[in-house]
């Protein structure tokens, strides 16, 4: 480097966004990237003394634990005070605890499941850090699939092909504004989702991508309970349907393409497997009802002219229809997912450009990048011992019934008799339904360990804290999936108090454990991300991009990777399905799935299905609890990270937050907006700020979700929805979770409403 040159620029990364660091004399600024087309202001705040004051500071064990050891009051937890201790006696506390499990238990009953985001960097990411240490350590039980997909991943591979791949091979954004005429949406598609890409985004791609498919002549079309989930630049027509309704939907669009033949034969029969079993039940010949417009119009809400009208657009017209991930994680989330691939192969053009679908366009800035596909940096997280894993949202139905039996993906399971839990980079007091139960089932385990940064409820509600240092306070190397980039990303300031990496945590419990090479094989930090850096540019070299040595990519900051040609979904296949088969057992899309139809169960069939959601507007529970909560993914943050910072707090009416229903169904209860609501039904109780408007159906409320769980007796006050929602399995095929089935009762909250205030330290008390 010369010598004046200016000091290279510094960045960092998180899933919502590269950050330039910068410093002056007030300390150190975050700034989103000058090129970046769509910047957000999502985790700008995350320096601030606000979000630095919920920080853990200290390790910190809860009282009676420390007292009186291993399962002491279990029911305390999150109520009980803490003490804090030197980081000697916690590692020591820590390590003699996994060591006693494992030795009386065995591996298999220490879940480190611990599902979660986690911060951006490949090295520092604290799930694989987790996972890595207690495979080191013997083994845990684990988890399969996430919250996010939780239907969709386990059916899709039976019947068209694996989601990691499917979300990779979406279509991009350019050549649907060449060719595609008519984009067809369940669910919208959110720009404030793809805001993230799970490893951070370079270039956000909404809402100008959907700007300049509009210029280009694509109309669109929202079908859904909500209408502000599509840029207003589409000027998209929007089809109010009642939630969870999109099957029964989609069914009265491909009887009327039946119907009118309106279908492409030729491509059923080529491509797919199956579809005369689905079409005698379309027809009603299977089950004596006819899925027409008439009888999708009684259950969605929709005018039956409305979807003749839609089919026959969809017919003569090059459409892609897309659904949002939202509508499979409800009861039943299997059958959206199967019929959008049904309904988009009778359309007959999947495979070609604009044509076809997509599961989950807006759900991630990925999803449409033109971005190659390309081998990014990861850390092995070694071998698990143990076999067992739980269908990720089951983690209370294990807890709470250790021994119990349920399906999953044609197997029958048993929970393990859990003793420890270990978690490290998720909130599942943010992310698990129905938290009242939860707690209960958080109850049962002798010992919960939580590494965490901030005091959520999570390490509210564990035995002992461990402060993990934020992606700001250590090196680490950014890179997202088709994000086009690899970032170096700078330490921007020092860890705050005792705070330490997850991989020093764990080098120091490998290291009382026995287990100290295993895990860190001779390497510091500094030693695994140079390794992990010259793995990835090695196998990049094979693909024929070239990176710089280590030390030069450490100088340089932000390499740009280069995009791809552009995408057009399983274009090989449509070409030539026998030198390109899916992945199915008879590598066609399965329109009638053998596999499925054998393992007989009595929600999920051998074809795509309108089952009745177990809570929904047409439920006869609707009279008691008549309004359907939609609780969708936060616009101001991640999940429930940052949760009080100035991003966060601007979306919230006087810290609390928004309920957004239908005016009619506001006046219906005296309700204006700002006032406190109570949001309640038989699970629980919570409170939110009103906020009537016209663009969400009546029936139907809404509630973001990433408010931090504070709960006063009984009542939960900063507007968290899954006090209310169910936890329970989308089907005894894919055990997803289902929190867009929920239905509740919203009334004015009489009494002076105590102020939210989770984002705090907890009370300490000294040992
Ligand atoms: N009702 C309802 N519930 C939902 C959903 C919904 O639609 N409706 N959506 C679901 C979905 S799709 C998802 S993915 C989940 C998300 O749920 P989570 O992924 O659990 O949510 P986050 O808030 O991102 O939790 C990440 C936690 O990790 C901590 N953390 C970050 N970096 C580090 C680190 O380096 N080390 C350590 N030790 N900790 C760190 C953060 O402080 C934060 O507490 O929520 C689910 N819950
Ligand atoms: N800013 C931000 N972006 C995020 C996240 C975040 O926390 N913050 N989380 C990320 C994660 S982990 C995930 S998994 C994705 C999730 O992506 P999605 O699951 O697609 O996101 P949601 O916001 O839950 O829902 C999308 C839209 O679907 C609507 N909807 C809900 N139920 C129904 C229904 O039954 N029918 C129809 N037609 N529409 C329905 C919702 O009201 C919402 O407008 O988002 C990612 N993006
Ligand atoms: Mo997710």
């Known amino acids: 480097m010369p010598k004046d040159a200016p000091p290279a620029t510094r960045y960092t990364s998180a899933h919502w966004g590269v950050r330039e660091v910068r410093e002056d004399a007030g300390g150190v600024i975050l700034h989103a990237l000058a090129d970046d087309p769509c910047p957000n202001a999502i985790g700008l705040d995350q320096l601030t003394p606000e979000v630095q004051s919920a ?31 030197e980081w000697d006696q916690a590692l020591d506390l820590v390590a003699a605890e996994i060591d006693r499990v494992r030795q009386a238990h065995g591996n298999g009953a220490i879940f480190g499941g611990s599902y979660g985001w986690s911060s951006a960097g490949r090295f520092h990411h604290a799930q694989s850090q987790v996972h890595r240490f207690l495979n080191a350590a013997g083994g845990y039980v684990a988890h399969r699939n996430s919250y996010s997909l939780g239907a969709a991943t386990v059916i899709l591979p039976h019947v068209l092909m694996n989601m990691h791949r499917l979300m ?36 956000h791609h909404l809402p100008r991508a959907l700007g300049v498919m509009r210029e280009s002549g694509t109309e669109f079309v929202n079908i859904g309970p909500v209408a502000d989930n599509l840029a207003p630049e589409t000027e998209a027509t929007w089809i109010p349907v009642r939630p969870n ?19 492409d034969r030729a491509f059923l029969a080529s491509h797919c497997v199956g579809f005369p ?103 092995s997280q070694g071998i698990n011992e143990v076999s067992d894993f739980i269908p990720v949202a089951r983690i209370a139905d294990m807890l709470l019934t250790p021994g119990g039996q349920y399906t999953y993906d044609g197997t029958t399971r048993t929970y393990a008799d859990i003793r420890l839990v270990y978690w490290a980079g998720g909130n599942p007091f943010h992310h698990h339904q129905d938290l009242t139960r939860l707690r209960r089932a958080w109850a049962k385990p002798e010992t919960i360990v939580v590494n965490e940064q901030y005091w959520t409820a999570t390490a509210r509600h564990a035995d002992i804290v461990l402060p993990a240092t934020t992606a700001l306070e250590r090196e ?88 791809g040609n552009g995408t057009v979904m399983l274009e090989d296949f449509r070409r030539d399905p026998e030198a390109h088969p899916l992945e199915t057992p008879s590598g066609r899309i399965e329109i009638f799935s053998d596999t499925i139809a054998a393992m007989g169960l009595p929600d999920c069939g051998g074809h795509p299905m309108w089952f009745a959601p177990r809570e929904w507007l047409g439920a006869p529970e609707a009279q008691r609890w008549p309004l359907h909560m939609l609780s969708d993914q936060p616009k101001g943050k991640l999940h429930s990270q940052l949760d009080h910072g100035a991003t966060s707090m601007a979306t919230k009416l006087d810290g609390r937050e928004p309920l957004w229903m239908n005016p009619a ?103």
């Open 665 to 767: 169904d506001a006046e219906a209860r005296g309700l204006a907006e700002g006032d406190v609501v109570m949001v309640h039904n038989d699970r629980g109780r919570c409170l939110a700020a009103a906020m009537p408007d016209a663009r969400i159906m009546a029936g139907t409320v809404r509630m973001a979700t990433g408010s931090w769980y504070h709960e006063v007796d009984g009542l939960e006050i900063a507007g968290n929805p899954n006090a209310l929602t169910a936890d329970r399995g989308a089907s005894g095929l894919s055990q997803g979770a289902v929190a867009q089935s929920c239905l509740v009762e919203v009334v004015r909250f009489e009494e002076t409403a105590p102020t939210p205030a989770p984002w705090s330290q907890p009370a300490f008390t000294s040992a």
């Open 277 to 379: 079993q689905f079409e005698a039940y379309l027809r009603g010949e299977s089950d004596a009802c006819p899925k027409t417009p008439d009888w999708a119009a009684e259950i969605t809400g929709a005018p039956a002219e409305t979807i003749r009208d839609l089919a026959r657009r969809m017919a003569s017209h090059r459409t892609t229809v897309n659904m949002s991930w939202s509508l499979q994680r409800a009861d039943h989330g299997e059958q959206p997912c199967w019929m959008l691939v049904t309904l988009a192969a009778m359309l007959g053009q999947i495979g070609l450009p604009g044509g076809g679908l997509g599961i989950g366009y807006g759900a991630e800035n990925l999803l449409g990048s033109r971005g190659r596909r390309l081998p990014g940096p990861t850390l």
């Open 55 to 85: 920080r853990v500071r200290r390790p910190a064990v809860r009282e009676s634990w420390l007292r009186h050891g291993p399962g002491a009051d279990p029911e305390k937890r999150g109520q009980e005070r803490f003490v804090e201790v």
């Open 168 to 203: 990779e091979c979406h279509t991009d954004w350019q050549t649907l504004a060449e060719d595609c005429e008519l984009f067809v949406t369940f669910g919208g598609v959110p720009d404030k989702n793809a805001q993230i890409s799970a490893g951070g985004v370079r270039r």
């Open 245 to 263: 309704t999109d099957t029964a939907f989609m069914l009265a669009l491909a009887y009327v393409l039946a119907d009118e033949e309106l279908l």
């Open 476 to 563: 680490d190397i950014g890179y997202g999936t088709l994000e086009e980039h690899i970032v170096w990303m700078s330490r921007a300031s020092e860890p705050l108090a005792e705070a330490r990496d997850d991989y020093a945590i764990f080098s120091a419990l490998s290291e009382r454990l026995g287990v100290a090479q295993r895990f860190t094989e001779g390497l510091d930090a500094e030693g695994w991300l140079r390794r992990l850096y010259d793995e990835s540019r090695q196998r990049m070299g094979g693909e024929g991009v070239d990176l710089p040595e280590f030390d030069a990519f450490r100088d340089q900051g932000l390499i740009e990777l280069p995009p």
